[in-house]
């Protein structure tokens, strides 16, 4: 019993010591990125540094945080997490991600209200659909991101319809803030 408490703290004593290390190194890290970035805003030279995109970010963040807030979206943190998701620190990356979420989220919201029109499906088909289209979501994740986004819409409808909730109202809402979301961050795209 003894040798196995020594091997096991010896291990936990090399892992804690790599956490420490790799701290340390963080630390480091952040210390010269601050650096740069002071030295870069002294300079003149924002929009050369991240801290351009973090300034572009936290902006995005707290309006579409607002937008939510003030106009009491039900589930309107899809518009924030469409913020945080999808903004990238280079205009083009943002703006084609912008325009594939949006795309396959709107199209992901028809292909499952078409499906839940012609059937109501029961609770067993309902967890069949949950899992195809987690499983899709998976497998065109680092294919195309307006499929994936299409597979993921179809993943959290029929999850959250799991808890009652109508299908067609989770797709409508999903649509419309992840499009409130998408409107929002093409001009913080473009500064």
């Given at each position: 019993m003894?040798s196995?408490l ?5 291990e936990l ?5 790599e956490l420490?290390?790799y701290?340390?190194?963080?630390q480091?890290?952040?210390?010269e990125?601050?650096?740069q ?6 300079q003149?030279?924002?929009?050369d540094?991240t801290l351009?995109y973090?300034?572009?970010l ?8 607002l ?8 589930s309107?943190?899809?518009?924030l997490?469409?913020?945080?998701l999808?903004l990238?620190?280079g205009?083009?990356d943002?703006?084609?991600r912008?325009?594939?979420?949006v ?6 919201a ?10 109501r499906?029961?609770?067993a088909e ?9 499983w899709l ?5 680092n294919?195309?991101?307006?499929l994936f986004?299409l597979?993921?819409t179809?993943?959290?409808?029929f999850l ?7 299908e ?5 809402r ?5 499009l409130?979301g ?10």
């Open positions: 003894s196995l020594l091997r096991v703290f010896g004593r090399a892992h804690l010591r420490s290390r701290i340390l190194t963080e480091a890290a952040l210390r990125a601050a650096k970035a002071i030295a870069a805003f002294e003149g030279r924002v929009e540094t351009a973090a300034l572009r936290a902006i995005t963040v707290a309006i579409s945080t937008i939510y807030r003030e106009l009491h979206f039900a309107g943190y899809w518009i997490m469409t913020a945080l999808v990238k620190p205009l083009s943002t703006l084609s912008v325009t594939a979420r795309i396959g989220t709107a199209a992901g028809w292909l499952i209200s078409v499906v839940v029109a012609h059937f499906p029961s609770a309902l967890v069949l659909f949950t899992a195809i289209f987690a979501s998976y497998a065109v994740l294919v195309n991101y307006a986004t597979s993921l179809g993943y959290i409808v959250l319809a799991l808890a009652s909730i109508p067609d109202v989770i797709a409508h999903r649509a419309v803030c992840t409130i998408g409107v929002l961050l093409w001009p913080s795209g473009c500064w």
